[in-house]
């Protein structure tokens, strides 16, 4: 299980955290536990940091600001990796005292936490499979990234396209998108697809699998970029 803290004053912030890293943990198929902590005096208090992982720390806090809870936690030889959180970029040179691992700017881009979150995951060895986690009345069920070719929406139906058929489920293919990582590509208003499963484009679509999705002029362009530079890697 990967226990994550946070630590901020300003119950707006730590919610700003927290939903982008739950649903990122829960599309990971991870076991997870997060911890928020509104001071640094409450961080350090008793033996709470013991076994946080991952620590997402604001610097600008009333009473024990966040480098000097960030020192505190390294003179109690802790080995979580430490991610800053200031509205000031000046504040992030001061990280490399306490061997802080990165930092994220506020306001809060969704994209950017999760991009974070995966490299200290890496770093934990903990990244595994991906899964898109789907509720339905019989049950939770995870499908494994790697074997969607791409999703399609029909008004409030949204359909998992896979090489062994089809699974919908009740959505929207905007907030599908905000949970995918960016092998997913927007080709058409009603289709995302899984670059990894594009095979060719054709003057009207791609080929994804087994499948011929159309592509729309509006992303167009950018799926050529993003498929040449696929055959470059």
Known sequence: MITIGICD???????????????????LGEE?????????????????????????????????????????LRWMESDTILIFVTAYPDFVFQG???????YILKPYEDRKILEVLEQALKLL???GEQYYTVEQKSGILRVPL????????DRRKVSILTADGKLDFYGKLGEVEKQLPD?????????????????????DGCVCG???????????QQLEIAFARALLQ
Not at 183 to 201: D, E, G, S
């Open 9 to 27: 004053d300003e119950p707006k912030m730590q919610k700003a955290l927290r939903v982008p890293l739950e649903r990122k943990l829960q599309l």
């Open 32 to 72: 997870y536990r997060i911890q928020e902590y509104a001071s640094g005096e409450a961080l350090l208090a008793g033996s709470q940091t013991d076994g946080l992982d991952i620590l997402f720390l604001d610097i600008e806090m009333d009473g024990l600001n966040g480098m000097e809870t960030a020192r505190s």
């Open 96 to 102: 490399y005292d306490v061997h802080a691992f990165h």
């Open 125 to 127: 060895g903990n990244l």
């Open 146 to 153: 790697k074997h969607i070719l791409a999703f399609c929406s």
């Open 183 to 203: 092998y997913f590509i927007r080709i058409h208003n009603r289709y995302l697809a899984n670059l990894n499963h594009i095979t060719a484009l054709e003057p």
């Open 210 to 220: 087994d499948h011929f999705l159309p592509v729309s002029r509006t992303y167009r």
